[in-house]
Nanobody, 124 residues
Framework: QVQMVESGGGSVQAGGSLRLSCAAP????????MGWFRQAPGKGREGVAS???????TYADSVMGRFTISKDNAKNTLYLQMNSLKHEDTAMYYC??????????????????WGQGTQVTVSS
């Protein structure tokens, strides 16, 4: 059982920032593809960003230039820095991981390990 735990969600006004964190096993952080997804009420789960084991990122068009994905191998932690937040960014955010490389687009079916989610609410 792979345990991945997100934190850092909360409520913020439009234009504000939040940083999400995801603690994961070291072998996942160091060797696999890791990503962030989000799911708004009544909508499907959407890929937001992913990062290769060597650090190369991929972003959804909707967050390009506003969100930054990164990871700290020493802390076994994945991050998502979210700036210039918009009301439409409101969703439950999930971290995810899998072995191998990342792909573009960022698809749910390419990830086998998931966290429980952390809520992000952006008020307009």
């Amino acid at each position: 059982q792979v345990q991945m735990v997100e934190s850092g969600g909360g409520s913020v006004q439009a234009g504000g920032s939040l940083r999400l964190s995801c603690a994961a096993p070291d072998y996942i952080v160091r060797t696999g593809c890791m990503g962030w997804f989000r799911q708004a009420p009544g909508k499907g789960r959407e890929g937001v960003a992913s990062i290769e084991s060597y650090g190369g990122p991929t972003y959804a068009d909707s967050v390009m230039g506003r969100f930054t994905i990164s990871k700290d191998n020493a802390k076994n932690t994945l991050y998502l820095q979210m700036n210039s937040l918009k009301h439409e960014d409101t969703a439950m955010y999930y971290c995810a991981a899998d072995g191998g490389h990342c792909y573009d687009p960022i698809l749910v079916t390419d990830f086998g390990y998931w966290g429980q989610g952390t809520q992000v609410t952006v008020s307009s």
